[in-house]
């Protein structure tokens, strides 16, 4: 029984260019528990424990169902979780293709309570995560900076079932399906 989640995943050359990008505002939370770049993605859904049987009736959904078209993908603003104030998460977030993510998260949520498949269901905001902070802290000075020198770009062709159990580096490809070309 693994820790499933369904997500996009960035391109190597997407997240080399986001770590060069963002190190210099991340460096300060070195010593926090960062995210490793080869596992960073944009989850759509984090779903969790799944026996067997409900694992195959969600990887037979993912195969058939039309999930819709590929789309473009720009990521440049950094953000926290629940406020810069009180940061316990660190992200970063996207600005193109905002829409078309959240619409594809919705999609995906709205099968899985067809399936009656129970997943973190908090207020949907398309982001890659990025530090997970020991205890709260004031992020402002990220948010004053707010946007990285370039947003980085990317097509989103894929979504992805992973498993995260044992918080394997990088997470475990289950299923990928592909979305419609551009």
């Given at each position: 029984m693994?820790?499933?989640f369904i997500g996009i995943p960035l391109p190597l050359e997407v997240k080399k260019k986001l770590k060069v990008q963002s190190w210099p505002g991340l460096s300060r939370?070195?010593?926090e528990k960062l995210?490793?770049?080869n596992n960073w993605h944009i989850t759509l859904a984090f779903i969790g424990q799944l026996d067997e049987e409900k694992l195959e009736e969600l990887k037979s959904l993912l195969q058939v169902f039309t999930?819709?078209?590929?789309?473009k993908v720009g990521i440049r603003n950094f953000g926290a979780f629940p406020s810069f104030e009180e940061g316990r998460v660190l992200?970063?977030?996207c600005e193109?293709?905002?829409d078309s993510v959240t619409v594809l998260a919705n999609k995906i949520r709205r099968q899985l309570d067809d399936l009656e498949i129970s997943y973190d269901s908090k207020?949907?905001?398309p982001h890659?995560?990025?530090a997970r902070l020991r205890s709260p802290k004031n992020l402002s000075r990220l948010a004053d900076n707010g946007k990285m020198k370039q947003e980085v770009t990317f097509n989103a062709e894929e979504i992805v079932l992973f498993d995260s159990e044992k918080e394997k580096t990088p997470y475990a490809v289950v299923e990928r399906i592909a979305l419609n070309s551009l």
């Open positions: 693994g820790r499933y939370y070195k010593d995210v490793p770049q999930w819709g078209d590929a789309f992200w970063m977030g193109k293709g905002h207020p949907f905001v890659i995560t990025l």
